[in-house]
């Protein structure tokens, strides 16, 4: 959200040298987070008024002028222009040598040069209104029309800034560190907490009081969803221009001014964060109406989007149907029209839940919703009430309220906050006076009274609708008033009387640790959705995926039943930088209840497990290589990590895996992962063009943490070990594993025989056609002396002997 410090001036006295770094650091601490401040004058470094004092046709163009202008130096300056409104004495906009424009609004700026256009020497750019960004505030009727300033009253030379009063400060806010504080989405409340920090009188709204006029008909029929409701008749109004001024704030902090009528409306909301919306009188038949929408009911917002409503939806409507969104956006047939007299301006408030709803059914949030969205305390609508009509009768002198009315049947309660003082020193570490909490509590409105060691606090309107309900959010306030800068640290004080060892959580951490700082992966955190293409890609079925009732968006309706579809969208966005990277997370997946799990034994919710997923990507031709590293991450991760192990089988085939490369992965003889490629198909439907990724997903539940340590100790060999490499045919279908327990069966107390280790595997022209080349390494030793070659020999030979007889295997030559 955008706020302009000028406006927040008309609430609050600011001190002239107030630093401004200051205020952000100060606000960022205390109330909101201030991204970031821009001073708007700026934009215009280099930009003056100027005045036409001769236009003379170009001698080389006919579609160019030769203006002699004004530009407050002693002397004129011949400026070639192509602008077709052009007139003597016309004030415009010129860009001095040295200035930044953007070239017809497009692209970067780029800095004025003085320069000669078909053979006229020329001084700076007389400029429209696009090309120094001010198009929403002067449109132009057609592409080459120059900026007009003749109806401003300032002197030629000066800066457009100072002209147009556009010397602010605009302040960008962070929504995200204000979503619960529905009082600071205007400017108002702002200045609300900055008058509070800075002990500074905040100026007040007068109240709206009406002279005796009739009451407006409304029918409010549902109080919950519409509180409140105030609806005012005007007379003798028209469509015209708002006040520069008016337009300029409006244009300031993002919107479009577009008449006086919208323009007060739009004005009030981002002055008091209470929304309101001017209906035509003319088109509004019977009397307004709050009710839900009938169930099919159709509407056409201002936005030229139409709805099929349904029954949830609240909406205000007349005797003839719907005419508005109630809190989202007016109807296009029954909100200011070019020939708007009389005007219904409602002031109201609804029900922050039901708006949301309905903006996200809708896929139309507004400035409007965003706000209701925060839960807005109805007596605020008194504020916007005031505020209007005092913009109302200054545009228009000759206007008259006809008829009123404020619909207003139950009032807001105050929430009423009883703290004791002793916890709040125990929560805060230190003890505040209670002068001190009077002061700074009372500057944003809270009211208190002390008994004892009670203090009784009152909430005021505008922080009682949710944002402070309990006495922590009393101690929140104190705290940032009071400045969490100014505590001291203070050593917490406890004592530990037995240690609870929580081995499934230590096992989740160690194996994080493994991944990253062994294997060299990166974690990854994916949001809680997935994306519709990659569940398509990936998992194919949805049998079981849950459906969200109102998704982040239509493209991301599912809830993640596998950490797969994210991690391969993460693959995507890495591609882009990196040929070479592995990546994994840790995160929790949800399924149907009707999917059982024998990890998740919870009743009546949805299937909760915490899996953990990886990929490696790389480049085609390492596939052979990132599967082997995937898969020792995973045979290693066991030992490493001080757990039960598991094995690997190939019994199912996930669906989105390569037809060939692919492992289930095993604990107790039950599936509780898979490792493969994945396939082309799925690696096409995913977007990845040019890596190769070997994927595995395990249930980190179905994992078994050791319950006590089960390494055992050996010394180092005080002999040597000797290595042995020998390399033998097989077939192509004799597994590793295999080869390795046969060899290992020489393996005995009274052998030479230490391990066996694997060492490369080779296919290809020299060996055989049926047959694989596998190298093996023996480490043979003994712990009593040093063996004769002899002895080396004679135990390799045994092995080789046990391998040729159990598998076939025969030393290649």
């Known amino acids: 959200m955008k706020l302009s410090l000028n406006w ?39 930009i003056v008024v100027g005045e036409i004092k001769e236009v003379l046709p170009h001698p080389n163009a006919d579609k160019l002028r030769v203006c002699k202008v004004d530009t407050g130096d002693e002397d004129l300056h011949d400026i070639v222009c192509g602008g077709s409104n052009l007139e003597v004495g016309m004030k415009v906009v010129v860009a001095c040598p040295g200035a930044f424009v953007r070239w017809h609004g497009e692209g970067e700026p780029v800095e004025i040069k003085n320069a000669k256009l078909r053979g006229v020497a020329s001084y700076g750019m007389i400029c429209a209104s696009v090309e120094v960004g001010l198009d929403a505030l002067f449109p132009a009727a057609e ?104 337009q300029s704030r409006i244009w300031r902090v993002g919107m479009r001014p577009i008449n006086a009528l919208v323009d007060i409306t739009n004005y009030v909301m981002l002055a008091t964060g209470q929304p309101t919306h001017a209906f035509d009188a003319d088109h509004i038949h019977g009397h307004i109406t709050v009710r839900r929408a009938g169930e099919g009911e159709e509407l056409l917002l201002l936005n030229g989007k139409s709805l099929t409503l349904t029954s949830d939806d609240l909406a205000i409507a007349d005797s003839q149907g719907v005419v508005a969104l109630a809190g989202v956006m007016g109807g296009a047939k029954d909100s200011i029209l070019p020939t708007t007299e009389k005007v219904i301006l409602e002031v109201a408030n609804f029900e922050s839940t039901g708006v949301r709803r309905t903006a996200l059914r809708y896929d139309n949030r507004t400035e409007s919703s965003s706000r ?250 390492q596939m052979k290589s990132l599967f082997l590293r995937a898969k020792g991450v995973l045979a290693n991760m066991s030992r490493l990590t001080h757990m039960e192990g598991f094995t690997f089988t190939h019994d199912k085939k996930p669906g989105w895996a390569d037809d060939t490369v692919w492992l289930n992965v095993c604990l107790g003889g039950e599936v509780i992962g898979d490792l493969a490629l994945l396939s082309k198909k799925a690696s096409m439907a995913c977007g990845i063009k040019n890596l190769s990724v070997i994927l595995f997903e395990l249930n980190l539940d179905a994992l078994r943490p050791f319950r006590s340590r089960t390494n055992e100790f050996s010394h180092l060999p005080e002999f040597p070990v000797n290595l042995y490499d020998v390399s033998l045919l097989f077939d192509v279908d004799v597994k590793w594993d295999v080869i390795c327990a046969t060899a290992l069966r020489k393996k005995k107390p009274d052998s030479f025989l230490r391990d066996v280790t694997f060492v490369e595997e080779y296919k290809g022209k020299q060996v055989p056609e049926g047959k694989k080349s596998v190298t093996l390494r023996l480490h043979i030793g003994s712990s009593e002396k040093t063996l004769t070659s002899g002895e080396i020999e004679k135990c390799a030979e045994g092995v080789i002997k046990d391998l040729a007889r159990e598998l076939g295997g025969e030393v290649r030559q």
């Not at 606000?27 to 970031?36: A, D, F, K, Q």
């Not at 702002?190 to 029918?219: M, N, T």
């Open 8 to 46: 927040i001036k008309d609430y609050v006295s600011l001190p002239s040298d107030m630093d401004l770094k200051q205020l952000a650091f100060d606000l960022t601490m205390s109330t909101v987070e201030v991204e970031g401040a821009e001073e708007l004058g700026k934009r215009f470094d280099g």
């Open 143 to 246: 592409e080459h029309e120059i900026m007009d300033l003749t109806s401003f009253d300032v002197k030629a030379g000066t800066p457009l800034a100072k002209a147009l009063d556009l010397d602010d400060i605009i302040l960008e806010i962070d929504n995200k560190s204000m979503t619960n504080r529905p009082d600071l989405w205007g400017h108002y409340g702002i200045a609300r907490e900055i008058a509070a920090l800075y002990d500074l009188p905040l100026k007040s709204f007068a109240p709206f009081v009406p002279d005796s006029v009739e009451v407006l008909e409304l029918d409010i029929q549902d109080t919950v969803r519409c509180p409140r409701y105030i609806g005012v008749k005007m007379e003798g109004l028209s469509v015209k221009a708002s006040p520069f001024e008016m």
């Open 372 to 621: 209701y969205e925060k839960a807005i305390d109805p007596e605020r609508c008194d504020q916007a009430l005031s505020l209007s009509m005092q913009y109302f009768k200054a545009l228009y002198p000759e206007m008259k309220v006809v008829a009123m009315a404020d619909h207003y049947p139950t009032k807001l309660v105050q929430k009423q906050i009883d703290v004791s003082l002793n916890w709040l020193e125990r929560r805060l570490g230190k003890r505040i006076s209670e002068e001190d909490l009077e002061k700074k509590l009372g500057a944003l409105g809270y009211t208190l009274a002390f008994d004892g060691d009670n203090m009784h606090i009152t909430v005021p309107t505008w922080r009682s609708t949710g944002d402070v309900s309990i006495k922590a959010d009393i101690m929140e306030e104190v705290a940032r008033m009071y400045g969490y800068e100014n505590f001291e640290a203070t050593p917490i004080v406890t004592s530990f009387e037995g240690a609870i060892n929580q081995l499934d959580v230590d096992l989740v951490r160690k194996i994080k640790e493994y991944l990253a700082i062994r294997c060299g992966m990166q974690e990854v955190f994916t949001y809680p959705w997935m994306s519709d293409e990659f569940v398509s890609a990936i998992l194919g079925d949805t049998t079981g995926v849950l459906k969200l009732s109102t998704p982040p968006s239509p493209t991301e309706s599912y809830i993640r039943s596998s950490l797969l579809p994210n991690l391969c969208k993460a693959v995507v966005k890495n591609e882009r930088y990196f040929s070479d990277f592995a990546i994994f997370e840790e995160a929790q997946i949800f399924r149907d209840e009707n999917y059982t799990s024998k990890y998740d034994e919870r009743e009546k919710l949805p299937t909760q497990e915490r899996h953990l997923a990886g990929a490696f990507a790389g480049e085609s031709g």
